[in-house]
């Protein structure tokens, strides 16, 4: 293959949203480069690849460590790694995802005298990183070739201390495989959708709460994801006695058969880089409701015309809205017109020609 080498850099491989983008690129892209995903822990591949995508795997699975000493000695470890992977396989441009994955790549790239660029996928003030860290991202990151981020709030971040010539606009790309699976003749059911991991930034139990609050005779409320949180969501629903209203159905590997059949997608984050699931729920025609979280919601919703935004952790006005929307059969519908315009700039090949522009800039 005469194609240029690249090389993804991500922790892992599993289900979520930075997965989901460097996957669907990937596949995307792998037509015109010669695409490696380097993923720092050995992890189920969840998503689809194209076969002629190269994994490599830096480690076994991940395992806390809680001495600084040790930390340091497996930060230089990944480097070292890094390193010998870019020089063996002749990579060209090295793309980080996430805070971590994106200073090994700046420093690995330097090392090895190629381009580099990096990617935020969380909002920079909610990154769950130490202070140390946080010192890192500001010192080493104006060092990349390009930051690529999914908002304008979190490129002003940014700007601050990297050169704004550095940094672009670019957003997630919608999986193609997925929205093929768009279905209107799906007779949708009386359904409350959640899509995302069940863990503290997508506050699901906001979601679990106001539910049992409202009248929901006849409606089911659904959580697709696996998380942390996902036995205290389980204590939660059998105290609040919604056991046969709620379910829980973990990681599924084809979510269209539940964005096709619910009627109503609820996104409770109290934070996120750009949501995923958001952008889809609404290709799909879902009636959405969200938070007005940093930073993406209000970049897709437009409040009362195909969607409702909503304050952050504010129960009543969630309660309010959801029983709304459960209740008006042409304000579902209205919404879920209005919601998949628009979508197309999210579409696969056009988010990927973005990339592939910048990338022909650092070959």
């Not at 994106?102 to 990617?119: D, E």
């Not at 700007?159 to 704004?164: G, L, M």
Request: charged letters at 20%.
């Amino acid at each position: 293959m005469n194609n240029q080498k690249i090389a993804f850099l991500i922790p892992s491989l599993e289900a979520g949203g930075a997965e989901r983008v460097v996957a669907t690129l990937s596949n995307s892209i792998c037509a015109n480069f010669d695409v490696t995903i380097i993923v720092l822990y050995k992890s189920e591949i969840f998503y689809e690849l194209n076969k002629n995508i190269n994994i490599i795997f830096c480690t076994d699975i991940y395992k806390p460590i809680h001495n600084v000493f040790k930390s340091i000695l497996i930060h230089l470890k990944f480097i070292r790694k890094n390193y010998s992977i870019i020089r063996t396989n002749d990579i060209k441009v090295l793309i980080g995802f996430m805070t971590t994955p994106n200073i090994y790549a700046i420093l690995v790239s330097k090392l090895a005298n190629i381009s580099c660029l990096i990617s935020e996928r969380v909002h920079p003030n909610f990154t769950q990183a130490s202070k140390i860290w946080f010192l890192f991202r500001k010192l080493i990151y104006p060092y990349t070739d390009y930051l690529i981020v999914q908002t304008k709030e979190i490129a002003h971040y940014f700007s601050d201390f990297i050169n704004e010539e550095k940094i672009k606009i670019i957003l997630n790309p919608l999986n193609p495989s997925l929205i093929k699976k768009i279905n209107n003749k799906t007779e949708r059911e009386n359904i409350i959708l959640n899509v995302g991991r069940l863990d503290y930034q997508k506050n699901q139990d906001l979601l679990i709460k106001a539910f049992a609050n409202i009248s929901n005779k006849n409606w089911k409320l659904i959580l697709v994801g696996d998380g942390n949180k996902k036995h205290s969501y389980l204590a939660l629903i059998n105290e609040l006695k919604i056991n046969d209203s709620v379910e829980l159905v973990g990681n599924i590997e084809d979510v269209s058969l539940y964005y096709n059949k619910s009627k109503i997608f609820a996104f409770s984050s109290r934070y996120e880089g750009f949501p995923n699931a958001l952008t889809e729920a609404l290709a799909f025609g879902l009636a959405c409701i969200s938070t007005d979280c940093p930073s993406g919601p209000t970049d897709l919703i437009n409040n009362g015309e195909n969607g409702f935004l909503i304050p952050v952790e504010n129960q009543s006005e969630l309660e309010m809205k959801l029983q709304l929307l459960m209740n008006d059969d042409k304000l579902r519908s209205d919404f879920s017109e209005k919601a998949k315009l628009g979508t197309e700039i999210f579409e696969s090949d056009f988010v990927a020609k973005q990339w592939q522009e910048l990338l022909q800039k650092l070959l």
